[in-house]
């Protein structure tokens, strides 16, 4: 059972800053991409950024310049970095990982998992 746990998310001031965090954990044999996107109600999942296994990275143009993306493999643990907050950026997020389980070790197959989502609010 692979699960992704998010944790960072809350209530800032425009102009502010958060710092996501998103750990992999359970039957793990690797990771190959991690991401974050993020959804407003109604509205479809949209990429936020991600980063590859040799730290590669792409980032949404809305966000570029002001969010980072880094990854700990040692951890299975991704991270965003929020700066420069503005309303537009209030959703709820979502940590995403490509991954290969254990009991898939011998596949060359990867497998899409998702966080539950925690929710990022800019306002005053």
């Known amino acids: 059972q692979v699960q992704l746990v998010e944790s960072g998310g809350g209530l800032v001031q425009p102009g502010g800053s958060l710092r996501l965090s998103c750990t992999a954990s359970g039957s793990i044999f690797s990771i190959n991409v991690m991401g974050w996107y993020r959804q407003a109600p109604g509205k479809q999942r949209e990429l936020v950024a991600i980063i590859t296994s040799d730290d590669s990275t792409n980032y949404a143009d809305s966000v570029k310049g002001r969010f980072t993306i880094s990854r700990d493999n040692a951890k299975n643990t991704v991270y965003l970095q929020m700066n420069s907050l503005k309303r537009e950026d209030t959703d709820v997020y979502y940590c995403?990982?490509?991954?290969?389980?254990?009991?898939?070790?011998?596949?060359?197959?990867?497998?899409?998992?998702w966080g539950q989502g925690t929710q990022v609010t800019v306002s005053s």
């Open positions: 995403n990982a490509i991954l290969r389980p254990i009991e898939r070790s011998r596949s060359d197959a990867w497998f899409n998992y």
